[in-house]
């Protein structure tokens, strides 16, 4: 192993690091890019097992996880629980390929709503990453959506299933916008991918590799046109010299042994936590309170997305096991801004489809609708497989209290300090919440729910984490300027979703791996003087 | 007899047979079914509790409480079964939490739990699920919808 300096050094394999390190490649620039998980081997994934729905070493939450590889996350101050997955690929291991953009608003929050702040850039600057991504990650979905501006070159969308259209056909019962999602999962072959088989539970990854995870799309081509990607190496700290540059790193190999690493300019990519986290964490004479930091906004203006999660009991089967569990319907009725609804900004509601048994029994005893002894069956076949949730995606507005702070106490397995969140839900995100969860409950009546369940939005996991390094032409107001590079080491650059302004009511991954091509393209176009 | 596998040694004769009460007590057999308690399923149960072994041995000294309380030998004599339920959820909210994911986990991916709901007993890889195409007619009230994103 060469500790050489290279000239590019990304941190991070997962959604966005990907990207990066794929598009810099035509820089012919050395790039190595450390990551502190292992490659995933597709037969590892639970759906290939019989024990597929208890598999904890593929949980979301790395609390419960607890691979070698995984930091804690002490989310005690948070009703919303982060989900991650640490490897080459990142969350796309585990993310269940809902693919939404955001929309044209939400980079305008401020001068359209008065609230949030504006985005330096546009949705209009992102729109041809949009596209390079789209191509690479492979999106399905049905062109003519009127909720959401058009796109081109997407693969026939996943069919709805019997739970899809009951529910689809109760929003046109209301009148109301619904579309088939659009979803980074091959429903053809794709670019050496198969198709997708509808095994059902994304969200533990895909045997099958139809969805789009960054392991089995960028990698192998960046990997293939020169960038080494070494695997089980966590990074400490990054080290800056006597000018206050950036110079390389300190991590711990796969055999634990601390190595330092020397690069001409680092790029982190490690998500809305784990970047605030290592910047948090490499501090020096110079930036005694993390680098980067001289804003004070590390960390802070944290945006998880408010979840409202209703469920609809109905009647006959659904079929919700079978097929891409959060791909199957969105709504965007409810997206833009109607002040008289009580809030600012919007949702997108996403029809889910159901769990396998396992899942189906535990949320059912956990919620208190499963009896212990005799009513068991009877309770389990009247409510196994009958039914439908609605998960609204609540625009989070950014609010500094909202943060990623280091744990006094808690280490990962390098005794590393970890990261602690504290979360608060803001008046307007409960207001949304609110309306949300009546709104679901009228779509699931319309579409013949016998039974609704009150709507759940404490303890709900996310893994959208964006904000605490927000980018931005202030340095006061902001960690990065308009193109991911710090206001404060010339040649340190950010590259995941902890960039993002605003949150949007939508997955981010999508519109992540797009900021992270927009950000390698100005690298690109700034060679010339880009630590001026 | 099934055998014991080493992690269900890590619990002793008597927390097995605790563990294997109060797991048929949550899902008794009925309805063509077998019990939660049937050897095979309860060696998963008790696999799955060895990584929470604190809270289970902290929740089976409460029970033994309760079997005290009610002026019986031990739990295996214990008669009102909700009762005890209640106030294991009462006061042990964490250990029941933990009982019954285990107990649903090891429960229904049971071959016979499977086929008698129907179920196929198999991984869903390679095989996956059909689902048939959707006919897009459904959309027609929607594509007559012109654009209502905010142009910025």
């Not at chain 1, 546009?122 to 999106?139: I, Q, S, W």
Request: proline share 6%; charged share 20%; with cysteine.
């Amino acid at each position: 192993m060469s500790d050489d300096k290279v000239d590019v050094l990304i941190i991070g394999a997962g959604a966005s690091g990907a990207a990066m390190a794929w598009s810099l490649v035509d820089t012919r620039m050395r790039i190595l890019c450390l990551e502190q998980g292992d490659w995933v081997n597709q037969s590892d994934y639970p759906t290939v097992g019989r024990d597929w729905e208890s598999r904890p070493d593929f949980s979301g939450s790395p609390n419960m996880r607890r691979r070698d590889e995984d930091y804690p996350i002490n989310d005690a101050d948070s009703p919303i629980k982060p989900v991650n997955f640490n490897g080459v690929g990142g969350g796309t291991i585990l993310y269940m390929a809902h693919f939404p953009r955001l929309h044209p608003s939400d980079f305008r929050t401020r001068a359209l709503d008065g609230v949030g702040e504006d985005w330096p850039i546009t949705y209009a600057d992102l729109e041809p990453h949009f596209a390079v991504n789209d191509e690479m990650m492979g999106v399905a979905g049905l062109a003519g959506d009127p909720g959401v501006p058009s796109k081109e070159g997407l693969m026939p969308p996943v069919p709805l299933g019997v739970l899809g259209e009951k529910v689809a056909r109760g929003f046109n019962e209301l009148g109301w916008h619904w579309w088939p999602s659009e979803s980074a999962i091959a429903t053809v072959p794709y670019n050496g991918r198969d198709k997708c088989v509808n095994l059902g539970p994304c969200a533990s990854g895909c045997a099958q590799g139809a969805k789009a995870s960054t392991d089995i799309t960028y990698w192998p081509e960046a990997i293939r046109r020169g960038v080494e990607l070494r695997t089980r190496c966590r990074v400490r700290e990054i080290t800056i010299d006597e000018r206050g540059m950036a110079d390389g790193v300190v991590y711990y190999d796969a055999d634990g042994v601390e190595r330092s690493q020397s690069a001409e300019m680092v790029i982190v990519a490690c998500n809305g936590i784990g970047t605030p986290r290592l910047l948090l964490n490499s501090t020096s004479a110079r930036f005694p309170d993390g680098l980067a930091n001289s804003s004070g906004l590390v960390g802070r203006n944290l945006m998880l997305h408010a979840m409202a999660v209703t469920q609809g009991i109905f009647d006959g089967p659904m079929e919700g096991y079978k097929g891409p569990i959060g791909c199957s319907l969105w709504s965007k009725e409810f997206y833009e801004t109607d002040l008289n609804r009580g809030f600012a900004r919007g949702y997108t509601m996403e029809i889910l489809r159901g769990n396998g048994p396992v899942a189906a029994a535990q949320m059912g005893m956990m919620m208190g609708a499963l009896p212990w002894g005799e009513g068991h069956h009877a309770a389990f076949r009247q409510m196994f497989d009958k039914s439908a949730a609605i998960c609204a995606v609540c625009e989070d507005l950014p609010e500094e209290h909202n943060r990623v702070t280091l744990d006094p106490d808690m280490t990962d397995s390098h005794g590393i300090p970890a990261p602690k969140i504290n979360y608060v839900l803001g008046e307007n995100s409960i207001n949304m919440l609110a309306h949300a969860g009546e709104r679901s409950t009228e779509v699931l009546r319309a579409a013949g729910a016998s039974f609704v369940t009150p709507t759940v939005t404490s303890g709900v996991a996310s893994g959208h984490v964006m904000g605490t390094t927000r980018m931005g032409t202030d340095p006061e107001r902001s960690v990065v300027n308009e193109w991911g590079r710090s206001h404060d080491v010339k040649n340190l650059f950010v590259a995941d979703s902890s960039m993002f302004v605003t949150s949007g009511g939508v997955n981010p991954t999508s519109t992540l791996q797009a900021l992270a091509l927009y950000v390698a393209d100005n690298i690109k176009q700034r060679l010339a003087n880009l630590f001026d | 007899m099934t055998a014991i596998i080493s992690s269900d040694a890590q619990f002793s004769t008597d927390e097995r047979a605790a563990l294997g009460l109060l797991s048929d007590w949550m899902i008794p057999a009925g309805d063509g079914m077998p019990s939660a308690a049937d050897p095979e399923i309860l060696a998963r149960v008790l696999s799955t509790l060895a990584t929470h072994r604190a809270v289970v041995i902290d929740g089976l000294q409460k029970l033994q409480q309760l079997a005290h309380d009610a002026g019986v030998g031990g739990p295996l004599q214990l008669q009102d079964a909700s009762g005890v339920v209640d106030a294991l959820k009462g006061s042990h909210g964490q250990f029941v939490s933990v009982l019954q994911s285990a107990v649903a986990a090891s429960y229904y991916r049971d071959d016979r739990v499977l086929r008698g709901l129907g179920l196929a007993a198999r991984a869903p890889y390679p095989e996956g699920n059909p689902v048939p195409d959707t006919d897009w007619s459904l959309l027609d009230p929607v594509r007559s919808r012109a654009p209502f994103y905010r142009q910025v």
